[in-house]
Nanobody, 119 residues
Framework: QVQLVESGGGSVHTGGSLRLSCAAS????????MGWFRRAPGKHRELLAA???????NYADSVEGRFTISRDNTKNTVYLEMNALKPEDTAVYYC?????????????WGQGTQVTVSS
């Protein structure tokens, strides 16, 4: 069974940095696109950044220039480096991956990790 396990959330002050990690485990053939989303209280889920298997990257305007997405295909892991954090970045952050296993291709989600930025 495929699982995505996140780590790295926490609490920081404005201007601080955090690094999130999301590792895929289980039995699968390949990982295609990977990405990071967040959901703040009272708001819709927001796509923050995505990276293809070939390394093409896209960012939401709200995080471009402050967040960096990367992946290590040898570790089946995607990262989100977050700098210059603001209180409005406070949310639960989720990773997502498009994974092909032996029977099907589908999107999987991490369990979510809380990021809290205080002023």
């Amino acid at each position: 069974q495929v699982q995505l396990v996140e780590s790295g959330g926490g609490s920081v002050h404005t201007g601080g940095s955090l690094r999130l990690s999301c590792a895929a485990s289980g039995s699968f053939i390949s990982i295609n696109g990977m990405g990071w989303f967040r959901r703040a209280p009272g708001k819709h889920r927001e796509l923050l950044a995505a990276i293809s298997s070939g390394g093409n990257i896209n960012y939401a305007d709200s995080v471009e220039g402050r967040f960096t997405i990367s992946r290590d295909n040898t570790k089946n892991t995607v990262y989100l480096e977050m700098n210059a954090l603001k209180p409005e970045d406070t949310a639960v952050y989720y990773c997502n991956a498009d994974i092909q296993d032996e029977r099907k291709r589908g999107y999987y989600w991490g369990q979510g990790t809380q990021v809290t930025v205080s002023s």
